[in-house]
């Protein structure tokens, strides 16, 4: 039973390196030491991501608490844990993610008000203001970085800044960006950021992360109603015993390491980025010249995936789309907008811009094949690639 190797330009699982996949081959036992410091050397080098400079994460009021799961168990402990009972907390949802923690805040019992704006639009940092300083009720907020469902990018480091001058703690689901396009914890007051390790960090799935200040950890001690995914023992007892409370996955943990490594050696998260937004340049430019919109303006597009409207012409149908692109060892998206249809295409994983060109060049086979025009002319020029640090 061989599959033929694929591309994944999806936003996780997604397309790994040989290195990474090779760490997965060794067993380890999860009481030996040489698993305890792999653990150890992993959530450091993971705050040394989130600043982006080792000597500042040594320093740092940082923590990194490691979660078994996909990424929405570390998205549930963070808010879960670091969340007062008594909490208010004001969502914004423009996407899945962010109705995903509206819900996960609702299944515990918090107080929640949602700033809903739609499928795709950013929150504006005027709007949350006024928000806040209508309500002084509201303790908490949380908000995702990189909206995964459309691709647009919110702006977190003007949301934390003005909901902290207020005296407002900030969640973050930081999913889809962490490991490109940094939050510096020095620059962006986050009190919890959450992330795991199978989006930019490129290592496979099955354990999430939570950064969050010590005082924040410290003082969360009883929050959580949930036993597994209790951030504050995890962290205890980690810190007490150097090993997870239960069944580490202990595969995924050394596949980690090995795309820590080959993220070290790339250049850090800027070059991440930097190769991201190559790949993104060379697929919107592409597909646009077949007559493929992306769904959001440009300046609000993170370069992780892109959404793209699907061609309105009776003989396009998304499944056949996708298993004709499937057929030439291309993985795609199907959108996740209530709207409109899309599809959806990652830039982020082990690819880089000859990746995309034959993607693109795959692309224009099958409409060909599906007898699909160009649903709308080309512009004259493709736009400019979107910079990582936009909007
Ligand atoms: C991938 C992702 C998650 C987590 O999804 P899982 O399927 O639980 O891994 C959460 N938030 C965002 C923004 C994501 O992109």
Not at 32 to 42: G, K, P, S, Y
Not at 223 to 233: G, Y
Not at 281 to 304: D, H, K, N, T
Request: proline content about 8%; glycine content about 8%.
């Amino acid at each position: 039973m061989h599959t033929p190797p694929r591309l994944l330009l999806t936003p996780g699982p997604l397309s790994t390196a040989p290195e990474t996949r090779r760490a997965l081959a060794d067993d380890w036992g999860s009481w030996d030491d040489a698993f305890r410091e792999l653990t150890r050397h992993v959530c450091q080098r993971l705050v040394e991501v989130a600043f982006d400079e080792p000597s500042a994460a040594h320093a740092s009021d940082i923590a990194c608490v490691p979660m078994q799961g996909s990424g929405t168990f570390a998205v549930e402990a963070m808010l879960g844990s670091l969340v007062p009972r008594g909490a208010h907390v004001l969502v914004l949802v423009n996407g899945a993610y962010g109705a995903r923690m509206q819900r996960i805040l609702q299944v515990m019992g918090r107080q929640v008000t949602v700033l809903d704006q739609g499928d795709w639009e950013p929150p504006s940092p005027e709007r949350v203001a006024a928000l806040l300083d209508a309500d002084s009720s509201i303790s908490d907020v949380a908000m995702v970085h990189c909206e995964t469902t459309s691709g647009v990018l919110n702006p977190v480091e003007a949301i934390a800044a003005l909901a902290a001058a207020r005296g407002r703690r900030i969640y973050v689901d930081a999913m889809s960006s962490f490991g490109a396009l940094t939050l510096d914890p020095r620059r962006v007051p986050w009190t919890g950021l959450a992330a795991s390790a199978n989006k930019c960090l490129e290592g496979v799935p099955g354990m999430g992360f939570v950064l969050a200040r010590r005082g924040a950890l410290e003082a969360s001690r009883g929050n959580a109603s949930s036993l597994s995914l209790d951030l504050h023992d995890q962290w205890t007892y980690l810190e007490r015993t150097g090993q997870w409370r239960f069944t580490p996955p202990t595969h995924v943990v050394a596949a980690l390491r090995a795309a820590l490594a080959l993220h070290q050696a790339e250049g850090g998260s800027a070059a991440r980025a930097a190769r991201y937004c190559r790949n993104h340049a060379v697929l919107v430019a592409g597909l646009r010249a077949l007559g493929l919109e992306p769904l959001v303006p440009e300046r609000l597009q993170s370069p992780i995936i892109v959404s793209f409207l699907c061609p309105d012409h009776p003989r396009f149908s998304f499944d056949a789309f996708y298993r004709a692109l499937h057929t030439r060892g291309f993985v795609i998206y199907p959108g996740k907008l209530t709207r409109v249809d899309t599809f959806r295409v990652g830039c982020i994983g082990h690819l880089f811009p000859d990746d995309l060109h034959r993607f693109v060049r795959a692309v224009a086979d099958v409409l060909g094949e599906l007898g699909v025009a160009a649903p709308t002319p080309p512009r004259a020029a493709p736009r400019p690639a979107v910079s990582p640090s936009t909007p």
